[in-house]
């Protein structure tokens, strides 16, 4: 600005130059000089203040290029450093991983060992008490056995001491027959004999007699006509009875044959009454055990046909819980690879437990199920087997029946056990906050499904999850004493209850 002010004046000043006189010409020409002074002198500062602007200028570049270098330098250290960084929090994250894999490897080893426990637990009470059940179905089967054994031996005793009074009789009757008949025989042929005799003497008389002597005889004849005409007719009746008397032995005779032949066919026919009795008492004996068999087999089938339909419910659960653990699990992994949340958060844990501990309960139950059923059916044949050796008048014994079975678990009242309910899970399940479902209201069972009174087990307050297994151990560890005081068929009845129950 200073150098363009004198510059403005001059050309001010160049105008008037020409209208001036003459006589200020060296007045002017003093300006002119003064003006090229002052022109030169501000020449020589605008040198110099563009030499000093070119210093300033390099001065300036080489601070620029010593703060780009220590900005490179930043740039570099701060890059180093957040490698730095970013390996630490990988190194951490893979401490975290390993440390969250090395949990669930525990948790795992824990709750197989629980489970190993509880198996050997199960078997061993569900042996004992199969084994209670089996040796009381085992006397039972006896009873009956040696009941109907001795029914049966007391009926064939009876139709064996009839048939023998009856046949004793019979041949009381035929002896008598025959020693009538030896006697008649005898009389007969003292008749026949005694008959012989006459017939020969007359022959010999008439044969004797002369001719001479046939009118000595004829006159003696007519002179005694009156004595002999009354001693004929005698002798003609005595020769007429001896063989009307023959006659009458012979059908005699015949009609004692004729009695004996008739009771030799009512004995044969005896006979074969008490065989028919016999093959109708295997016949039937035949029938009620192929309808037993019947009965059982489709018993096994309703049973069978139940555990498949338990089984693949339970299996479908399962498998919902565990993706859901999954899901969890790959939460849990997520927050623990954000930064500030390396650490899982306890409500995420005390859930976690939570199902782990739902989720081993109902794997106890379906295992003690199970295995219930497997001792059951290993048992049941041999019981079957025990039953089929006899003859029963019984048509209802123990449990065979479907009627009978039903009968039964009227008069037991029914024994529930604690299954979680499916529908809290899922309800559960679908909610996004972890938090809603620490705060979520506990599992109620259904009112319909609470213990009486009268039950095998006491009944007993839900208890906390951290404690739950512990108090369910020791509840089926007192109440097996209990069980094996009951009345006989009440294990029969605990597994049916239970079954139909879950």
């Not at 703060?67 to 190194?91: C, F, G, P, V």
């Not at 000595?216 to 009307?244: C, R, Y």
């Not at 309910?421 to 906050?433: E, V």
Request: charged residues 30%.
């Amino acid at each position: 600005q200073r150098i363009e002010a004198p510059i403005k004046e001059g050309g001010d000043l160049q105008p008037p130059l020409g209208s001036l006189p003459k006589e200020k010409a060296p007045e002017i020409q003093r300006l002119q000089e003064e003006w090229q002074s002052q022109k030169a002198r501000l020449q020589a500062q605008v040198s110099q203040m563009q030499q000093a602007l070119e210093q300033c200028a390099t001065n300036y570049r080489e601070d620029l290029r010593e703060l780009k270098q220590l900005s490179d330098h930043e740039r570099e250290q701060l890059r180093h450093e957040l490698q730095e960084t970013i390996q630490q929090n990988q190194a951490a994250k893979a401490q975290l991983e390993a440390a969250h894999k090395r949990a669930l490897c525990m948790l795992e080893k824990a709750k197989n060992q629980e489970v190993k426990a509880t198996e050997e637990r199960l078997k061993k009470e569900s042996s004992h008490s199969l084994q209670i059940q089996h040796q009381a179905h085992r006397l039972e089967m006896q009873a009956l056995e040696e009941k109907a054994r001795q029914e049966l031996q007391g009926e064939l005793e009876r139709i064996q001491a009839q048939q023998a009074l009856l046949l004793e009789s019979l041949r009381q009757e035929l002896a008598e027959q025959r020693a009538a008949c030896s006697e008649h025989q005898k009389d007969l042929e003292v008749l026949q004999t005694e008959l012989r005799a006459l017939d020969s003497m007359g022959r010999r008389q008439a044969i004797t007699q002369c001719p001479g002597d046939s009118e000595d005889h004829a006159g003696t004849s007519e002179k005694e006509g009156g004595p002999g005409q009354a001693g004929s007719p005698k002798s003609k009746s005595a020769a007429e009875l001896q063989p009307s008397e023959g006659c009458s032995l012979w059908e005699e005779n015949s009609q004692l044959k004729e009695a004996v032949k008739r009771l030799q066919a009512e004995v044969e026919q005896h006979q074969q009454e008490a065989l028919q009795l016999r093959d109708q008492s295997r016949l039937l004996e035949e029938d009620q055990q192929a309808q037993r068999a019947r009965e059982v087999e489709i018993l096994r089938q309703e049973h069978r046909k139940e555990m498949q339909a338990m089984v693949a419910d339970f299996s479908s659960a399962q498998a919902r819980l565990q993706a859901r653990l999954a899901a969890l699990e790959t939460e849990l992994k997520d927050s623990g690879e954000k930064p500030g949340k390396g650490a899982s958060r306890p409500e995420d844990v005390q859930l976690i437990g939570r199902l782990q501990t739902r989720l081993k309960e109902r794997e106890e139950i379906i295992k003690q199920l199970t295995e219930e059923r497997r001792f059951h059916y290993a048992a049941f044949p041999s019981a079957m087997s025990h039953r089929n050796r006899s003859f029963s008048f019984n048509p209802h014994p123990g449990y065979l029946t479907p009627s009978m079975k039903k009968k039964k678990m009227e008069e037991v009242p029914s024994r529930v056990v604690s299954v979680p309910n499916l529908a809290s899970y899922a309800k559960n399940f679908l909610s996004g906050d972890l938090s809603s479902r620490i705060n979520a209201p506990p599992i109620t069972k259904s009112p319909s499904l609470d213990p009486g009174p009268s039950c095998g087990r006491p009944y007993k307050p839900t208890p906390p999850l951290d404690v739950q297994t512990a108090t369910r151990t020791q509840d089926d560890d007192t109440a097996q004493p209990k069980e094996v005081q009951q009345k006989q068929g009440s294990a029969h009845q605990e597994w049916f209850t239970k079954y139909f129950s879950f």
